[in-house]
């Protein structure tokens, strides 16, 4: 599964040249720039980076897990990123802690690449594959992510694992391979819930390859078993602190009543007629837990008022309009490295035109490997999952590789359909 013996030699090449320079640029970026890519302020926590550390910060002094209201504890952000800071901080010191996170992150998207291969290769080639890998190697937001303390380079480089293993178990049928699906699918649940779904993409599969159902049923058992294993610490840490189940967090309330703003205009609430008074005392005066609850409410008393007035509105609002969001622009927040956001959203762009292509020429080749269905249902969770909250290029960076392995198989049909393949391979053999 990992081997790349069979690879000819300038796949090989190409693909250390990809992964090496990710690491290497992306070592520099951490060293060069330090602490001025928090998009918060240590003294006034007002970002989920800075609330991160303060949070880890807190749990290295108290053994308390917070994160808005210090000390209280806290369900609102899953525990991976915050123990795994707090770890690095007993081991480095406060802030050395924050320096070996972002290093560790650098080596997490360097091994991303190569998991980007050995994924594509298995859905399509080799060469579409590798393509991927480059096309990704140039995406400036997987240098500057990793600069970050946030969810987003531990998450992707989970879920790659577990789709690496899923493919595996859907090929092999073998136990191992869904006992370590599940091992992955736990370990990235502990970092960001909305990979809690994911079980959907691989039924899929299943009815796709017409798995049996009394093996279905085998499997599932058998990765609930293991995802429970891996989560387990955390709901028993949560029962006990609040006397309830607590599979995930507590959280979805501010994304969900954000979600209900059509373009996200929060302004229109001054024009909309609703009676907001009603909420003001419980949501300024309650815990983070009650606070979820109020907005929960609050968002439940708009679309219960305002869709039945403009039902196409919040349709339309609730697919094609969210979906624009999610897609529209890269993850990329602040200029590093010279490249300019247009620069990034134009490539972006460029990106997901082909990547559009692939999957129409994709779905029309009469010989398509069916396995290659699942990055196009993993594009898909990751759009279907955030609708009902709030959307944006943050939330669909981790489907970004699979995305680019359409790109690429766009790519490399467009170069044979004009014979620029050949000459391309003529030039290397020359060289």
């Known amino acids: 599964m990992f081997s790349i013996k069979e690879e000819s030699k300038v796949i090989k090449i190409l693909l250390i040249v990809c992964c090496f320079s990710m690491f290497i640029l992306t070592l520099i970026s951490i060293f060069y720039y330090g602490n001025s890519t928090l998009m918060g302020n240590f003294y006034k926590p007002n970002n989920d980076d800075v609330k991160f550390i303060r949070s880890a910060w807190i749990l290295c002094q108290t053994g308390i897990y917070t994160y808005h209201k210090p000390p209280s504890p806290t369900v609102f952000m899953m525990p991976g990123l915050p123990y795994t800071l707090a770890f690095l901080m007993k081991i480095f010191n406060e802030f050395g802690g924050i320096t070996a996170l972002r290093v560790i992150q ?140 607590i599979p995930f967090t507590m959280a979805t309330g501010n994304p969900m009543l954000q ?66 969001w999610h897609l529209n622009y890269p993850f990329y927040w602040a200029q590093i490295l010279g490249v300019s956001f247009v620069e990034a959203a134009l490539y972006h762009a460029i990106m997901l035109i082909l990547a559009a292509v692939g999957l129409w020429k994709f779905f029309k080749d009469k010989n398509k490997n069916k396995l290659a269905y699942m990055p196009a249902a993993v594009i898909l969770y990751f759009i279907a999952v955030y609708l009902p909250f709030f959307t944006m290029g943050r939330y669909f960076y981790p489907a970004m590789p699979y995305v680019l392995m359409f790109s690429a198989y766009a790519l490399l049909n467009l170069c044979d359909k004009y014979g620029l393949t050949k000459k391309i391979i003529a030039t290397i053999n020359k060289k």
């Not at 300024?284 to 409410?297: A, G, R, T, W």
Request: proline share 3%; hydrophobic share 50%; aromatic share 18%.
């Open 259 to 324: 979600g209900t703003y059509i373009n996200y205009d929060q302004s229109s609430r001054e024009t909309d007629g609703l009676n907001y008074k009603q909420f003001v005392y419980s949501y300024k005066h309650n815990s983070e837990l009650q606070q979820n609850k109020v907005e929960i409410e609050i968002s439940k008393y708009r679309m219960k008022n305002l869709f039945p007035k403009h039902p196409l509105q919040f349709i339309l609002w609730y697919t094609l309009g969210k979906t624009w």
């Open 106 to 245: 650098a080596v997490l998207q360097s091994c991303s690449l190569f998991f980007m291969f050995l994924i594509g290769r298995k859905f399509f080639n080799s060469k579409v594959a590798i393509t991927a890998v480059i096309l990704d190697t140039f995406c400036i937001a997987e240098i500057w992510i990793p600069n970050l303390i946030l969810t987003e380079s531990f998450f992707k480089f989970f879920v790659m694992l577990l789709i690496l293993f899923s493919m595996e178990a859907l090929e092999s049928g073998k136990l191992k391979h869904y006992i370590l699906g599940g091992l992955f699918w736990g370990l990235a649940a502990l970092f960001r819930p909305t990979i809690a779904m994911y079980p959907i993409v691989i039924l899929i599969m299943w009815f796709i390859k017409k798995i049996k159902f009394t093996d279905g049923v085998k499997y599932t058992l058998v990765t609930i078993l293991v995802f429970s294993a891996v989560l387990s610490p955390w709901w028993i840490r949560n029962y006990k602190i609040f006397h309830r189940f």
